[in-house]
């Protein structure tokens, strides 16, 4: 159980594009969903919580106009990385939160290179 | 400084050692802990929540000292397969579920 997907795994584009990542929770139903960044040999940096049927809040510092969270239902949140700088290039992952739970379950990460 | 605090390491083991690491919080209003196991380019998968009373499971031991703010992990009898970046995690206190990750403490155990 608590499984979490993300796609894709993977994508390089090139600058100035806009990229969409999805997170799923394939057998739970998850009210809260958490986007994180991570560098190379640093830790996960939180960047937004995603509610369902609400507006995301966002962590001082993330740009809620370039990283736009959509979570349309309680098993889908997306994270659209607007206009994208090579900058951008990070490992994003996603992570599920079960209703009435603590624990959160993470995706596989997308690993996005901005060229 | 940072709001988790984990020595970086690595840890350089041989099989069948036992190994522990520590982490400190500065968040003294955080309710909820756990370990979590991170390998090389994949993302974090939990390895334990951690109780106030300590927990145990299988050859991994958690324990918690609110008092100093202090959470630690034992590892007994390493396996290869345990080799992989461990990470202190709590919670921010009156936010709920939000989690404050540490910087990791990466494990290599050797034949």
């Known amino acids: 159980g608590a499984v979490v997907s993300q796609h894709p795994s993977w994508v390089i584009c090139k600058s100035g594009t806009s990229v969409k990542i999805e997170c799923r929770s394939l057998?739970?139903?998850?009210?809260?969903m958490f986007w994180y960044r991570q560098f190379p040999k640093q830790s996960l940096m939180l960047m937004a919580t995603?509610?369902?049927?609400?507006?995301?809040?966002?962590e001082q510092g993330v740009e809620k106009d370039k990283f736009l969270i959509n979570h349309a239902s309680l098993t889908l949140s997306t994270l659209t990385v607007t206009s994208a700088h090579p900058e951008d290039s990070s490992f994003y992952i996603c992570?599920?939160?079960?209703?009435?739970?603590?624990?959160?379950?993470f995706g596989p990460g997308t690993r996005l290179t901005v060229t | 400084r940072k709001e988790v605090e984990q020595d970086p390491g690595p840890f350089n083991v041989p099989e069948g050692a036992t190994v522990a690491f520590n982490c400190t919080y500065s968040n003294s209003a955080s309710q909820s802990f756990f370990w979590y196991r991170q390998d090389c380019r994949k993302e974090p998968k939990l390895l334990m929540s951690v109780y106030s009373s300590g927990n145990e499971d299988g050859r991994f031991t958690a324990q918690l000292n609110r008092a100093s703010q202090y959470i630690s992990l034992l590892i007994r009898d390493s396996k290869l397969s345990d080799s992989a970046t461990y990470l202190c995690?709590?919670?921010?206190?009156?936010?709920?579920?939000?989690?404050?990750f540490g910087g990791g403490t990466r494990l290599m155990v050797k034949p």
């Open positions: 995690v709590v919670n921010r206190g009156n936010a709920g579920n939000m989690l404050t």
């Open positions: 057998d739970f139903q998850a009210t809260t």
């Open positions: 995603s509610n369902e049927g609400s507006k995301a809040t966002y």
């Open positions: 992570s599920a939160v079960a209703q009435g739970r603590y624990e959160q379950y």
